[in-house]
Every structure is written in C-alpha cells, then in structure tokens.
C-alpha cells in the first residue's frame, strides 16, 4: 500500500491557484523530497496532506484512508512538523511531549520512557522543566520534532525541517528523520537544501507555480541534464567576470571566494582556465570538476516550466 496518495488537489486563495492539480504517491518506507521555488505550493499542498487545509477539489488518502471522511484515523497514522513551530511556549519542553503523547492516546509509562529517551539524544536534558518560550529557534525545533514523533508514526510529514538551523541542530534533525526512516517509517519531507535532498531521498518531485514538473530518483533528474558539468576555481586575487566570457563557459557564478562554471566542455574549460591564468600571470590556488548537480537540475527544470 503506498504511505501518501494525493489526486488532482486543486486550492485557490482568492485568484491565486496556490495548488493546481498536484497528483502524487509517497511509496511506503521510502524518503520522499519535496522541492520548489519560494510561495509554488508546497506549504499548502502539505496542509492538504495532514488535514490541515480542505483542498477545492480533490482527494488524499493516508495509508489507504480518506483524509476528509476519516480524519482522526488518518492523522494517527502521522507525525506532523509544520512550517511554523507549533510547541506551547508556557509549557515546558517535558509537559509539551507529555501532551503530545497523550494526544496520540499513549500509556503513561510508555510516554514517560520515551520522553527520558529524547532528553537523553537531543541534548536538552538541563532545559526539560523550564518553559520553551525561552528556547532557542534550534531547540524549539527539537522539541517539535519531539512531538510529532513520540508515537512512532508510521508517517512523518516536515515543512523544511533544517530552515534556520546550526550545523549541530541541523545534523540532529537529519539523522533522527534517517532513523525513523530505518525503523520503518516513511518520510515526506520539504527542503530548499538540495543537498540534502540529494543524499537523503529516494524520491524528488519538484513544484513549480503549483504544478508538479519533475519527479524523479536524484541520480536520474541528475542524468536528464547530464551534459552540464562544473568547475570551481579559486585564485591568488580576485578577478571580474569578463575573464570567464569564453567559448565553453555556460554560466559563471561567485561564491565566496571560489568561481563556479558551469560547462558541457570541462576539458576545453581548463585548458583555457590554465592558459589565461598563465598569461595574466594569476594563480590558480584550487581546482576541481563535478559531474552534473541535482541543484543544476532543479535550476534548468524551474528555468524552462
Ligand atoms: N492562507 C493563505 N491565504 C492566502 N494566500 C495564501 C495562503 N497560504 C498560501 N497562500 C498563497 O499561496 C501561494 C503558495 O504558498 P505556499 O506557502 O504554499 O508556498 P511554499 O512553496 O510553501 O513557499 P515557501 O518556499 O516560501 O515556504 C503563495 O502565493 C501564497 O501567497
Ligand atoms: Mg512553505
């Protein structure tokens, strides 16, 4: 049975089609990432999927079950963490999982073990009595992912998890949503870091102004564009972008102190790197080639929707 059936939603705000016939399936067990351009409709069609939202038309089943005529049981099957953080400021960490717990109908000493069991991973064990209006954005986004997952949900929903976070935090985040995945739960996940949905997901399925343009396992959206390779280069001083106008160079973009060229002609690219180096009497001080980028492909397939 698959984890996530959604067909044809459809949701307008006023005259905006947020969401324009998206049609998807989320396989049971796997990791399934969620990309698009800011305001395309991911938020909204994740509302659709826990409930949140009623879409104008359409429909979803979770594990099997109707969302809309069975909403308790479907949102049993799920642990949800929303785009916004959801925790209960006046609360404390420890009385926000409780209540969770108790919303999913857990026994008390199986909430109690599980909640000793999160303080113990997520490095909050000194903060678990005091209210969370007082956390940071990273340890209340533990605290949430706390909560939607106390019941071991067969299913977990995240509307971009990492967004904000530390190296520390964000880590903590990805390997907690890898081991539910390893024990079995299936994963819907949101993410404008491509990188991590590259090595976390077997499924991408991008969004464009509310439609559905690609879905696809990383490595073939990658191949879709396989011509496109890169080459970064750093040197001793900086240099404008006129020194990349040459035959073979694609697109050249800054970052930090490094220069990304984006090529279908690596070879011809370095020779003429090298050369123009030489002449000018620049040094190269790094040099390497990639294959093509799922980030690459993201930017073609959102490019020419
Ligand atoms: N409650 C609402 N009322 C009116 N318009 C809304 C509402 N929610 C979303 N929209 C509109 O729907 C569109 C899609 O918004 P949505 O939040 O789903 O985008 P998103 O893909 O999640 O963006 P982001 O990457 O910025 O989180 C936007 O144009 C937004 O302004
Ligand atoms: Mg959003």
Redesign the pocket.
């Known amino acids: 049975m698959n984890a996530i059936e959604a067909s044809h939603l459809i949701k307008r705000?006023?005259s905006?089609t947020?969401v324009n016939d998206v049609s998807l399936t989320v396989c049971e067990g796997e990791i399934f990432g969620f990309l698009?351009?800011?305001?395309?409709?991911?938020?909204?069609?994740m509302r659709q999927l826990t409930g949140v939202l009623t879409p104008d038309s359409g429909a979803v089943r979770i594990n099997g079950i109707d969302i809309h005529r069975h909403p308790l049981e479907a949102k049993m099957q799920m642990g949800v963490i929303p785009?916004n953080s959801t925790v209960y400021g006046d609360l404390s960490a420890e009385q926000n999982l409780s209540l969770s717990g108790q919303m999913y109908g857990m026994p008390r000493a199986d909430r109690d073990k599980r909640i000793d069991e999160f303080f113990s991973r997520m490095g909050l064990s000194e903060k678990r009595k005091l209210p969370v209006r007082g956390f940071s954005k990273g340890m209340k986004q533990r605290v949430s992912i706390a909560c939607a997952i106390i019941h071991r949900p067969p299913l977990l929903l995240l509307d971009?998890p990492t967004s904000g976070l530390d190296v520390q935090s964000r880590r903590l985040v990805i390997d907690t949503i890898r081991d539910m995945n390893e024990q079995g739960s299936t994963i819907f996940l949101?993410t404008?870091n491509i990188e991590e949905a590259n090595t976390l997901c077997q499924t991408v399925c991008i969004?464009n102004k509310g439609k559905i343009v690609a879905q696809d396992s990383p490595e073939r959206l990658k191949k879709m564009f396989n011509t496109t390779q890169s080459v970064e280069v750093s040197f001793d001083r900086p240099v404008t972008r006129d020194l990349f106008a040459a035959e073979g160079i694609l697109r050249a973009e800054s970052c930090g102190d490094k220069w990304k060229i984006f090529t279908d002609n690596p070879d011809q690219v370095l020779k003429y790197l090298v050369g123009r180096a030489e002449r000018e009497s620049i040094t190269i001080t790094s040099l390497t080639t990639s294959g093509p980028s799922l980030e690459e492909a993201f930017v073609r397939i959102t490019e020419c929707a």
Request: hydrophobic share 20%; charged share 15%.
């Open positions: 705000f006023g905006v947020a698009g351009p800011n305001g395309t409709g991911k938020t909204t069609t785009e971009e949101t404008h969004l």
